[in-house]
């Protein structure tokens, strides 16, 4: 498998996008969102009980990964694949539109049995903090930790619940549960981090926090794993052709003319839309600098730049966090 997994609102969608230009990609967008993996691995999982998570982990990927559905397959593009004819092609299009019907008329979600061929790639905003035990789990697949600038995150899920895009109508900045897990992360242990301590911060630093501990907790779980990398959002957007090439390099695939015109159209073209792929992505990655305040913008940098995934994030050329 690929893994490109990374906080909501951190480049994800286009990333996952681009990887699923490619005709040899079996592209699942978000699956754990649907097929829940609460139950089988918690969500800040302990890379030392991997084992335990081992029988778990393998009847997921074999049972539920390769499902299809409106949310996990429909994500717009869609690309010609390899595995299929056009006429399959068409047909899948066909039926997820007439799915997403369904499901908004009977107020349920649907799946059916996908196919198996390709490169099966995950894309994930839920499981970050997994991604350690999965790729310790299957040590044959690749994954991506993506990384935006945490002033760009702070800025656009705040942008984001002041529009009502998201489910929950309660900001993630008062998650008191989410941070409360977050706690007890060895980091956070180690770092005398407390509940008590984040209840009395400000959401915008308390959205900060939850950057820092998540991304933290994941680069601490990628140390000695060969299997993945780290990457910054910003610097796919200031040089996509070159640094997706290293990316497509590292998972083993070749690079195709399909998604050379992907990145091409869209970075250069502009579509209305809070989840959009198609925007020039250095203006996107850039927003917040229009939408934070001067006050707000340094100390979120402040914040950040006392822990090690902030300083990794800050140097001018990050390594893969080891």
């Given at each position: 498998m690929i893994l490109l997994f990374g906080m909501p609102r951190s480049g994800t969608t286009w990333i996952g996008k681009v990887f699923?230009?490619?005709?040899?990609?079996?592209?699942?967008?978000?699956?754990?969102?649907?097929?829940?993996?609460?139950?089988?691995?918690?969500l800040l999982a302990d890379c030392a009980e991997t084992p335990e998570f081992l029988d778990k982990l393998r009847q997921y990927a074999q049972d539920k990964l390769p499902r299809c559905s409106p949310r996990t397959c429909g994500k717009q593009?869609?690309?010609?694949?390899n595995s299929e004819s056009t006429l399959a092609r068409h047909s899948q299009q066909l039926g997820l539109f007439a799915a997403k019907l369904i499901e908004r008329a009977a107020g349920r979600q649907l799946s059916w049995p996908g196919s198996r061929r390709g490169r099966l790639t995950w894309k994930s905003i839920e499981s970050l903090g997994r991604l350690g035990v999965l790729l310790r789990a299957f040590p044959a697949s690749r994954?991506?930790?993506?990384?935006?600038?945490?002033?760009?995150?702070?800025?656009?899920v705040m942008r984001g619940e002041a529009q009502g895009r998201f489910l929950s109508s309660e900001s993630i900045a008062n998650d008191w549960g989410l941070f409360e897990l977050l706690c007890q992360t060895p980091y956070a242990v180690q770092s005398g981090i407390t509940l008590l301590q984040l209840q009395q911060e400000t959401p915008e630093r308390r959205?900060?926090?939850?950057?820092?501990?998540?991304?933290?907790?994941?680069?601490?779980?990628?140390?000695d794993v060969a299997n993945g990398s780290m990457v910054r959002?910003?610097?796919?957007?200031?040089?996509?052709?070159?640094?997706?090439r290293g990316?497509?390099?590292?998972?083993?695939?070749d690079w195709h003319p399909q998604t050379q015109q992907f990145i091409q159209d869209s970075t250069t073209q502009s579509r209305d839309g809070y989840y959009s792929v198609y925007k020039d992505p250095l203006k996107s990655a850039n927003?917040?600098?229009?939408?934070?305040?001067?006050?707000?913008?340094?100390?979120?940098?402040?914040?950040?730049?006392?822990?090690?995934?902030?300083?990794?994030?800050?140097?001018?050329?990050?390594?893969?966090?080891?």
């Open positions: 699923d230009s490619h005709p040899q990609v079996n592209y699942r967008h978000e699956p754990d969102s649907q097929f829940r993996l609460d139950r089988l691995i918690p593009p869609r690309f010609p694949k994954g991506i930790m993506i990384v935006r600038d945490p002033r760009g995150y702070v800025a656009s959205l900060a926090w939850l950057w820092i501990l998540f991304n933290q907790k994941a680069m601490d779980d990628l140390v959002y910003e610097d796919l957007c200031a040089n996509p052709a070159r640094d997706f990316l497509f390099e590292f998972c083993g695939l927003r917040w600098q229009q939408e934070l305040s001067e006050q707000q913008a340094g100390m979120i940098e402040e914040l950040v730049s006392a822990h090690r995934i902030g300083q990794w994030y800050l140097s001018e050329t990050p390594d893969d966090g080891d």
